[in-house]
């Protein structure tokens, strides 16, 4: 038996941390990191077996999945954005603090650059994969055409896409995500609260099937551009201007404007029309509780 | 922090929509636009990418899903029929009055309407997979052959179909629907109301695999007959006669007398003989309340 | 609005049927018949369509489906056997009589030859697939060979397959239904009733990934014998002696002896052990009134 | 009706276990028999079947499935680890003794072989498979190339992989199944115990998209060992030592590693943050009742 002082419940009492953001950003920062590091090594194992042992519904459910875990893992601590475009939504609900809102989407950042990194240490460094990488291209590393593997951590647009069409793409399928985001857990729809993460896993794999196309559905500035930045020291500056210098802005800049615009439509047509007077007494009392505990503060 | 008075608790004490009909209205008009909207961009994304990017598998997935956040989303406004054939089975069963009925039905038809033109103005107008159409079909929007565009929208027969085959497919396919709509949704088999929308979806996915390969399984009047007018002012008159002239009147018609036929077989064979006393009481007592409120309107 | 007498809920109290063993036999018939018209159409869209639109992966998922929501049609009236095999398991377990098992399996099996018959009408004399069905086979029904349809109906073993490897095979595969079904019921393990048909549906699916192979997992002999009969009259007695002459005895008593010995060693080697005082007393309680029950009767 | 002595409500009154281990160590047996048997059938029909009637797919939802249904039947006695690397997070946790942890994985390792030549009966002796075998190898069973079947019982790493990547590979692979088994049983996430076999058969499903190209994601020592030893009595010592004579250590050692460093990096980083006082006086209590049990015995 372990000694009783190295148990987790030991632990628990001794060196939890007492502060709620610092808590919060650690956990939005630890979530983001298992998102990527997850989900560019699923996309790895499309490429590298150039979609031998994985095809574009594994793709769809494992992204999916992704989701899921990542957020059952932190959804009792900072309630699982992984993603500034959410964690906008909940500023604009409300939910968070414009300061707070930065600190998530910087923390967010950096656990997705993090999350790249360990894939790329797994596929090249620690040598995972790493004749399957060499094999695949010839032992140099090159980010575009046939043996490019810079697609395995950020998006880049099919070639056909005009520059506003990307943004419309962009807008569109994040703005769903937020859409059926604010559905689910709006509480007058009685949806449990343990079924939410595996809904957001089934609605990645639903945007999967209808808004993957163009770009392969980023939905997430933090997904993209943390392993972007990444991607800059190894493939050079050129992961920024392909296939134009502003490309990078859009999987940051639509998905933003998608998600804050949709999720209030949610609100604004569905959400606040439910009929529900026990809510509103509920309600009522938990804005004057939140009001209170922010007068303390 | 936004503004308290920006916040959705807030608007929902100020704007909310009294008039439970009104209300009603604008929750099956908007989810039959989502289920449309993203309906269509699936199989816009299996045809534009000739089925390299989906397959059947992920049409099957994808539409079920459609359903299933389409219907949480409003599914506590209007209770989510999205489909004329299921509100005719609500008034068949006492839960809908006539004209509501036929009110439903019109504003799914506008809804589906608005649902395809958002596809096609992505697809299209707002060029978010411009350059995949005009690669597709050269730049001429074709109804129908190799080239054509049509089937994203509205649905057309397999080649083979007779006209009394395509009725029967219908009828059949629609019928199941409702059959277990019914069964899902009968109170006696005590199924948490939280997950009807959940097994709405696997309803869809099932019927797909059994009932998909003629027709590719419309299943609902508004689903069809919403988009077909949209094309109708894309390429002509031909989307009602094609390929005979009174094609556009099965996906009507034979839904509705699948749904109501199944949806009673339902009751008649199965759930009228579900031994449960205790719900005859309850039950009785919800009837004569709602005899009363029907009195006091 | 539906004149009250004609509501579900008006013909529930009156021409509700009071007799517990005809309505529970009505509910096997029915839902058989259900598993049957579904399942055999999924198979006749793989085989009409000659592998395009369903491919394995559907045929598992579109079974399992099958399975969930024909159990839950039927689950609150007669549990939702569907199958002689568990009917026989339930038989030993002593939730019903020897004389009631055989009804049972009767009209399991009629309903399992209504529901063949209603998917070859569908295909054949209706003409849902009917072009599709000539184009298939030109125009004569054949049992076997390259256009042959008797497959869609009931199943054939794999070329390779001897008379003792096609026992063992449903042996086994029937066995392990009848063991997950045993655990997914069994009431000390706390799941929770309204998921059980969710959870026979995995397990069909999962048991076509792994005994599907040879045989096609008929794991249910009125699934296999009902169509059977049906297609005699179609096909002739080729049905019964192909590939030879005692080949249709093997889907009828290999999943009565799997399904028995493996729900049995279910309880012997897991079940029984669980501990859980509190179930003893209640289910000491149970058993005491189902006796005083039997003794009423 | 079943004389009441055979039924298996009588059975669990009289010939119950009533010593904890020996009880547990036959359920972790038992399941890990029922994992190996379905595991290594879905593989065999892969292999046998040349990925005609499996694919990749198939393989990642029949495992899941195969996890969750073995786990689901003995989760109420010994809590279904099936696998030592989870037995000996379960015990750094305190939830086993040294010894236990021991004992645990000698039956899983037990139980895996029994599984492993369940299989091998079915596919060879038995001749479930026979013929299908021998037209695949022609009738010389082969461990290796292109006719090899060892593959179907135990794992062997792709051609380009190193020992240190295969260690990895484990390490990350082993890791992520323990870190979410942690989150997910985590009583601080509140989700609730009948649906943990469920999620780790998602889990499991969401490792094959990911971690799966290597080695073919073992993720547990019992699941290689104990096949491997049984291969040893069918195609000779070169399944030890193929590709090179320590191989056989990676899938044994590297779990271990990865499992138990994951699951307390889940603790340190999110599970012992999360704040819940009401859980402490629980949990108080539930350590210092545990205590008083231990000091009991």
Redesign the interface.
Known sequence: ??P?Q????T???K???KH?LT?NL??EC?GTFLLLF??T??I??LI??REK??????????WG??I??SV??????SGGHLNPAISLVM????H???FEFILYSIVQVIGAFIGAWATYL?INI???????I??FDGGTRTAFGPNGTANIFATYP?????V??AY??QI?GTG?LA??VA??TDK????????HPM?FG??V??IG??????IGYPLNPARDFGPRIFTYFIYGSQVFTHPYSTWFLVPIIAPMVGAVSFA?A???????????EEY?VV?QNE?EDREAIMIKK
Not at 53 to 62: A, E, M, P
Not at 158 to 162: D, G, I, Q, S
Not at 188 to 195: A, L, Q, S
Request: glycine letters at 6%.
């Open positions: 038996m372990a009783t190295f148990r987790p419940e632990l628990l009492r060196y939890r941390i709620r808590r650690l956990s630890f997850i989900g090594s699923i790895a194992q590298l077996s042992l994985n095809t574009w519904i594994q793709i769809n459910i494992g999945l992704a899921t875990f059952y893992a932190v959804h009792k601590l500023w604009t609900f409300g968070l603090k414009f797994e620690f040598s995972l994969f790493s004749y399957a060499n094999e099919a070639e056909y896409l005009t506003f069409g419309i793409d569109v769903f859409f059926f559905a689910i007058r729809n009685k949806i449990p609260g343990w079924t809904f089934f609605l794999l639903l099937t209808c808004f993957g196309m163009n209030w949610y609100h604004l047509f569905l959400g606040m029309h439910i009929p529900n509103d309600h804005l």
